[in-house]
């Protein structure tokens, strides 16, 4: 998509064939991209970008940014467990580069002006080379930004404004958080492996729970500038940095934990674990009911949360549970993932609607005389 101005409303959908079926093109093949955007500075307009869409970003000459959200725009990227959305760096899949191209050195998603625009991010993928880029880079909004279940590669992250991230996992991640608003900002359920947590914020109520600081780089830029948080029971490993104060509940790790592998990614606990069961609170009172951090997908539900980030928990095909057999998963139709039905779910996860859950399927009767 061209760069310049744009005020036009957009809905994106997956649009480029994989090469999934029995027979292969021969010799090489690029990650699927779906769109190529760079330049691109959003006015009174609103992009959608759906469940399984692969954007490439990159900067135009002149304009260092991929996609800047600006007055009366809003951007929502709205993954699912199994079809995450993928926002790329472009060189990570582009091999010639076209002319004019560039690396967006402002970020693949920027706001530097504006006002009356919002973003939010579910299960979103952010990927580019070693410290290249800012995935996002914001001077500040009127409202937080929302990221949960989302998952950033080898860049870096900048805010003036108010970002809450929950259950997201940072991987070599040079983060920048300097927050010059008056919001309550929530960072709960992390991981963050290797890069660096540079956390000032702006009022004591900052929210920081749960979170795994895998030999994290985390400057004292908390205690240092006489501030606190909310929080406690987070992780780090011995000899490694940690937050300034420390809480009670928190946890000193002798090793890294020895992550697995399943359906969904690479950072699963191992079941013998100190984080398991170690949280502030139970996890279906911070959204992760029907998630796990176990290889063996056993789902969180009702117990004592684990520290770390979490994965929607699968059957034996690496298929989102769907106990009542609707074709939706469980944690979809319980929206605010508490493991109950209430308002604002999308249905009642444990009744099927084959009268196979819930009441008896078949009831008998003594017939009147």
Known sequence: ????????????YPSVASDTNASPDLGYHYDRLDYVL??????????????????????????NYGLSIADSAHLSCLGLAGSPVHLAEYNTVQESVPSGWQIPSYGLVAHFTGFNCSMQFNFVDWSVFAQDVHHVQFTGLAQPVNYNNCEFYNGQMYSGGTLNFTNCLFVRDNSDFEFSDTNQSFFCNNTLVGGTFLFVPSQTNAVLQNNLFDRTSAPDNIGVFGMTYIGGHNAYVTNCDMLDPVMPGDRVLTNSPAYQTSWFGNYYLPPDSPLINA???????????????????TVEGTSVVDIGYHYVATDAYGNPLDTNGDGIPDYIEDGNGNGVFDTGDFGDWKISPYGLGGANGLQVFTPLK
């Open 1 to 12: 998509m061209p760069g310049g101005y744009f005020s036009e409303n957009l809905n994106l």
């Open 38 to 63: 760079g330049g691109m500075f959003v006015t009174n307009a609103t992009i959608t970008v759906n469940p399984g869409t692969a954007i490439g970003i990159y900067a135009t000459n002149g304009v």
């Open 279 to 297: 949280g502030s609170t139970t996890a279906d009172q911070v959204g992760l009911y029907h998630f796990t951090t176990q290889t063996n997908q």
